[in-house]
C-alpha cells in the first residue's frame, strides 16, 4: 500500500498553473515534514518545497514567487500550487514526507532525508 499518493499533474502551456495533491495515509500521515521535489530524465533529484508541522515553508530559489506549498492537515494532504509555468519545470513531482527535520526544499530531495515517498507525477510544461 502506497503511503502517499500524489494526484493533479498534466500538461499545460508555458504560463499556466496546476495544482499536485499530495494525500498521507497511515505512517506517512502527521509527520513533521512534508515536501516535494522533481526528477527529470537523466538529472539529479531537485527539491522544490518543503513544509514543517509549525508551518514554515522553504522553496527553492528555482520556484520562488511562481510555487506555493501549503498542507491541510485534517486531510492529511499536502499541495503544490504551481503558477507561471515553464518548460524547464517539466518533471517527474514526488511527494515525500519525513519525522524529522530539518525540513527544507535540499533536505526533501535527499535520498536519506525523509521516510516516505509517493510514486511521482508527471509534469509537462510546453512553450
Known amino acids: 500500500q502506497r503511503l502517499l499518493m500524489e494526484s493533479g499533474g498534466g ?3 508555458a504560463g ?5 495533491s499530495c494525500t498521507a495515509s497511515g505512517d ?3 509527520n513533521y ?5 522533481r526528477q527529470s530524465p537523466g538529472k ?4 522544490v518545497a518543503a513544509l ?3 508551518g514554515r515553508v522553504n522553496n527553492a530559489d528555482a520556484v520562488k514567487g511562481r510555487f506555493t506549498v501549503s498542507r491541510d492537515t485534517a486531510k492529511n494532504t499536502l499541495y503544490l500550487q ?4 515553464r518548460p524547464e519545470d517539466t518533471a517527474e513531482y514526488y511527494c515525500a514526507a519525513g519525522r524529522y527535520g530539518p525540513c527544507t526544499a535540499e533536505q526533501v530531495a535527499q535520498y536519506y532525508g525523509m521516510d516516505y515517498w509517493g510514486k511521482g507525477i508527471q509534469v509537462t510544461i510546453s512553450s
Open 11 to 13: 500538461s499545460v502551456q
Open 16 to 20: 499556466g498553473s496546476l495544482k499536485l
Open 28 to 30: 506517512a500521515a502527521n
Open 33 to 37: 515534514c512534508m515536501g516535494w521535489f
Open 44 to 47: 539529479e533529484r531537485e527539491g
Open 52 to 54: 514543517d508541522k509549525n
Open 82 to 85: 504551481m503558477d507561471d509555468l
